[in-house]
């Protein structure tokens, strides 16, 4: 669930696409010789097209899709080996799959097989100057390197990124904080923050808030009066807390947090919304652009868009799943990357479906929650997985714990560690495995283990569960 394109970061901001900086200019002149450059007609194609799709009916998205994908299905069959094989080898041709629901006659392509196939992957109509190498983090397991079409698949992103933020009323204009995986250069001076974008940004390092940083960081928030605070949702946790610990009150101008790349609990959301007396907005994606869904004006499940990508999910028959409530791996076509298609691409992420319509009136798929990452369960002794995303981290046994993560790598063993605040005492230790048998059962031994500090990884991000054991979606 990475999504390192996510604008905010700085890199995408300004080397690779520089958007903010054109599509922020409102003369029209600008305008028109900025629709000169590629990246920017991409994104303003792309925006334009959301802006009525997304209010299309059922019959027209399926439409769409069909003429999207039996394009990609072509195109793959003609230019690119991997797929020109697979198609031999099962004797089919592009014209077999009229419907999404042919996909089935497809295999998966895993993470695994992308790697052991990124040369065949390439599409050969495409000069070696259109590939941009593009690696994901490591940390869930499998690492893995493809392609983004140079220029374009980030401006295209940035297009359904912002469609969803209009939701809550973005605008390029408005001043925002970012509370992302940053390290600001100067931190080691005791600068934890830098402004970008002309000022508009407040970019805040991540990685030195501690107890002692953040009443400065509080108060630099305060004076830069942000419209939006871009987070994690791990890190505006932190601020959260210790805001509700010391009784300081809500940012007024902020009108909404904006929560992604990772997963969004629901013990998270209520904090934050609570704290920030604000709405909390969520979406869900990945680096590998196979599946992007947000949240809208009226309600917090998930609307896939179709027009990015087709999203299945798979049970542990890897047959799909269906129905109310049902539970599966996201699989995921994208519609748009042409330079290295990704057809019927697991993504190890667990979500599950509602057939409920929404009362914004968009006709989108819809995802009621996102489990998590497979890697985000945890096993019992009889192999059972259990989800982490009901546990209630805000309960009185963690009262008095500044930062915890469970580590496993037995079966129905948890490590806990746990960094403790100074009223930490024998009965927290009691109350707090009392409280884990409770919500994972008999079937779990937990054991907690003091430490000093919890790292973040590389990529900045809090992991509240490392898990070392091979989770498949048929244990589920
Ligand atoms: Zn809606």
């Known amino acids: 669930m990475y999504h390192p394109t996510y604008p905010s970061d700085p890199g995408g901001v300004h080397t690779k696409t520089g958007l903010m900086r054109w599509a922020s200019h409102a003369n029209p002149l600008t305008i028109k010789a900025l629709s000169l450059v590629p990246s920017y007609r991409t994104y303003r194609q792309m925006y334009t097209l959301l802006q009525q799709s997304q209010w299309w009916s059922r019959e027209e998205l399926a439409a769409y899709q069909a003429q999207a994908l039996s394009r990609l299905l072509d195109h793959a069959y ?78 295209r992103e940035w297009a359904f990124m912002k469609t969803q933020w209009d939701r809550v009323g973005y605008r390029f204009t408005d001043r925002c904080v970012v509370l992302r995986g940053h390290v600001v250069d100067a931190a080691s001076r005791g600068v934890y923050w830098r402004r970008a974008l002309f ?28 419209r939006f605070i871009h987070a994690y949702p791990s890190t505006a946790v932190i601020l959260a807390r210790y805001m509700r610990e010391h009784g300081i009150e809500p940012f007024p101008t902020v009108k909404a947090v904006l929560c992604g790349s990772e997963n969004l609990y629901p013990w998270q959301r209520s904090l934050l919304t609570e704290t920030f007396g604000c709405r909390v907005f969520s979406w869900y994606g990945n680096s590998e652009q196979t599946v992007l869904a947000g949240e809208c004006e009226e309600s917090t499940h998930y609307h896939i868009f179709p027009e990015y990508s087709i999203v299945e999910l798979i049970g ?35 979500a ?7 009362s914004c009136g968009r006709q989108y798929p819809l995802l009621e929650k996102v489990e998590g990452r497979l890697q985000e369960f945890i096993v019992t002794r009889s192999g059972h997985p259990i989800s982490v995303t009901p546990i209630n981290y805000e309960s009185e046994a963690f009262e008095n714990i500044r930062q915890f993560q469970m580590y496993q790598e037995e079966k129905g063993e948890l490590i806990m560690k746990v960094v403790r605040k100074s009223a930490y005492t024998e009965e927290d230790t009691r109350q707090l495995t009392r409280e884990l048998r409770w919500q994972l059962g008999d079937e779990v031994n937990v054991h907690v283990r003091f430490v000093d500090e ?3 990884t590389e990529g900045g991000k809090f992991r509240y569960l490392i898990q070392k054991l091979p989770i498949s979606i048929g244990d589920l």
């Open 199 to 226: 000022g508009r940004w407040l970019i805040m390092s991540s990685h030195q808030m501690t107890e002692e940083a953040l009443p400065a960081y509080i108060h630099w928030i305060r004076k830069f009066k942000p």
């Open 316 to 350: 542990r028959d890897d047959r799909p799943v269906r129905g109310p409530g049902a539970m599966g791996e996201v699989v995921a076509t994208s519609l748009t990357n042409f330079v290295c298609p990704l057809i019927r691409y697991r993504t190890m992420d667990v």
């Open 454 to 456: 919890i790292p973040r």
């Open 78 to 155: 003609e230019n690119v080996p991997y797929y020109r094989r697979v198609f031999r080898e099962r004797r089919l041709v592009p014209g077999d799959i009229r419907a999404p629901g042919d996909l089935e006659l497809l295999p998966f392509l895993t993470k695994e097989i992308v790697q052991a196939n990124l040369p065949d992957l390439k599409a050969r109509n495409y000069p070696e100057t259109a590939f941009e190498y593009v690696r994901t983090s490591g940390s869930t397991g499998t690492p893995m390197g493809f392609y983004y079409e140079k220029g374009v698949s980030r401006a």
């Open 352 to 358: 599950v479906a509602t057939e409920k319509q929404c």
